[in-house]
């Protein structure tokens, strides 16, 4: 889950009398602000289907029999359903369980360790991460994630319990021979040395890459995937499409991260699996590869990374 864009919680109030008037400045307001959460239409299909590798169908308004068929009918035929609580993760193992083009990455998000510290001390995050583990070892739990580090949204007092939690999540992926999803905001420098101290499990999968294009080598050399998001599409993204770049397309796979960091011409409406063509066809370009070329590569590289 990209930590820079939170849901509100909190509905609109309700607008006084007259103030959708036909031609009223209110009402012209208003009819802009509906436009704009207006879900996008439906990209034309991909040539050759691929997996959204990222996904919180949980945050979402459709349901998630038509989040799939949705994304069914633009070649998104396979998505990793993310969990970043425990409430959350056995969520996501359930709907993987009921649903059979859908299976689940469970964790404890970065942010969410240190709110678990604070309430209950090591004792709660222990709790909550052998409940992680038991959620993990499900046959269609195939990933530990999305774990890592926070700097942006955590201040110092989470550091500890952060680098607590990724480390156990570490050691928990290797021990389930499952893929680990990263979660890695503001924290490039810090997220590379645990790897390297624990050893990182055999597949590694950076979701939402936000590194530059240096980092992208240093991934590249240790063969950890790259899972690029709408937000490659971002007027101000250029220093992600040069990570994007220089990234090898044998390791790199494609996420919506929905309902956030929806791909332009849509940012700022309400993201889903089925905006998937958007972003990759954003990636061949900066790539200079054919559509259906890089396709072929996301979806091998997905299900080589998850193991399905």
Known sequence: MSSSATPDPTPNP????????????????????RAAQAPPPPPEPLAYPVADSHTHLDMQEPSVADALAAASAVGVTTLIQVGCDLERSRWAAETAAAHE??????????????????????ALLDKALAGIEELAA??????????GLDYFRTGPEGVAA???????HIEMAKRLDAALVIHDREAHADVLRILDEEGAPERTVFHCFSGDAEMARVC?????????????????????RDALAVAPPELLLVETDAPFLTPAPYRGRPGAPY????TLRAMSRTKGMPEETL????????????GY
Request: aromatic share 8%; hydrophobic share 45%.
């Open 14 to 33: 309700p607008a006084g009398p007259g103030a959708d008037s036909p031609g009223s400045a209110a009402a012209t307001h208003a009819a802009k602000a």
């Open 162 to 168: 952060q680098q607590r939690s990724f480390r156990a």
């Open 220 to 240: 590249a050399d240790k063969g950890y995937f790259m899972s690029f998001a709408g937000n490659v599409t971002f007027k101000n993204a250029q220093p992600l």
């Open 101 to 122: 083009n859908v299976w689940a990455a469970v964790a404890l998000h970065p942010n969410e360790a240190p709110r678990l510290a604070a309430e209950g001390g090591d």
């Open 275 to 278: 905006l998937i063509p958007l």
């Open 295 to 306: 396709a072929r590569h996301v979806a091998a590289n997905t299900a080589r990374a998850f």
């Open 138 to 147: 499900l046959p269609q739990v195939l990933a530990v994630g999305e774990t």
